[in-house]
């Protein structure tokens, strides 16, 4: 039987860390520096599909980059360690950033973005992997909650910066890049003994269970799409009449959602030492995504906006706190960065057909029905809302779930696979 491995939290905070900052480096240039960058390059009719195609090339990158570099990174974990994979991504990152804030040309811009995903995505799966070695069964979700709290609590101060100086935001860029990149050289975590066995060079078996828990991550983050989707370009469709620099009020609402995240990442942490409560906290995370998509889709002021983005958030991270932890239970039989790579496919494939989707659903009947713009909000933002409630009700007969129907019970089975 394989020794329980204690669990290491100042390793765990580490690479939360290190995640936050590439984290934030990527959301305030998909929020705010490539729509900003496609503004000066392309006419406002053609902005939207450019920003679309923009955004769709770097979830492909995603995409691939996830699933290949964990597999990667486990084959090769004898001969090049995990810490130099996260450097090089780290310094891919920053490159791909710079070459966005100094394009001028469309192609220059989906070129760093897609530089960018690729690089920050291998060191998203280093830490992501390292927080799945230095955590014991019984602490998984009270981890992962940690993981997710910080992933999106991290932007908020540049957020906050970008909101107070618009005019800086490739210079916050460039800041959480450096600082990512010099984390991870100097204090990216060791492997742990749970992590010391190179897996089989066969293809990875992942279990039924397994692909429920991927499935749901996959639901939640396409409803999350439609729910933000576009949102600099709704504050400026319906909110001009209130006053204010749209930019700076879709700062505030990210800043918003980034607080709500944390609350519900730390809130499932909390409720997660109580047993059997998996299934309620992903059925309540995804219905309160419902209802901010909900509130989203009529807004026409800030304050209704930064209330749906608080609530949003909170069910976001209680959602994905447990989601995560029900996907470390398989991460020692197959290889931490391998599930920790096909896992962020889920995150990255809604990327890839949200952007699109949402293009086409914006286009839906004769425009929004709350301003004089052409694209209609409401469909699109009702969608995502639709999307949630899916989600919630896949989570009560979810495989998943019923696979690991108390926390104590799935991590008994979960060891009991790796003796």
Known sequence: MEQVTPTRWRSVASASAINGLALAALAVCAVIL????????VSATARADALAATLT???VTA???????GRAIDLTRRHLSPRAWAVFGALAGGGGIVAMFTSAHIAQTITGWVVAQAGYNAVFVVVAASVSTHVSAADH????ATFTGIAFVSPLVPFALVAVLPDATAVVAIVLALGALAMTALISPAPGAADST????????????FWGIWAQRFLIQSALGLTTGFSL???????AEAGGDPQRIVAVSALVGGIGVGIGAFAAGAVARRPGRSRVMLIAGALALAGAASLRAFAEMPLA?????????MGVGVFLSVNLALAMRYSRTVGHATVMGVLNAAESIPSILIPGVAGLLLRVGSGDPLSTSPNNYVVMLLSGAGIAVLTALT?????AGHAARDDAPMARRADSTSD
Do not use: N
């Open 63 to 69: 995409v691939l980059a996830g699933p290949v570099f």
């Open 34 to 41: 490539v729509p900003r960058a496609i503004d000066t390059i």
């Open 141 to 144: 979700v009270r981890a992962s």
């Open 233 to 239: 370009y709704l504050v400026t469709d319906r909110m």
């Open 305 to 313: 906006l930064w209330v749906a983005s608080l609530a949003g958030g």
């Open 395 to 399: 989570s009560l007969p979810a495989r």
């Open 57 to 59: 090339a770097g979830a």
């Open 198 to 209: 190179t897996p089989s060079r066969r293809r990875p078996h992942l279990p039924r269970p």
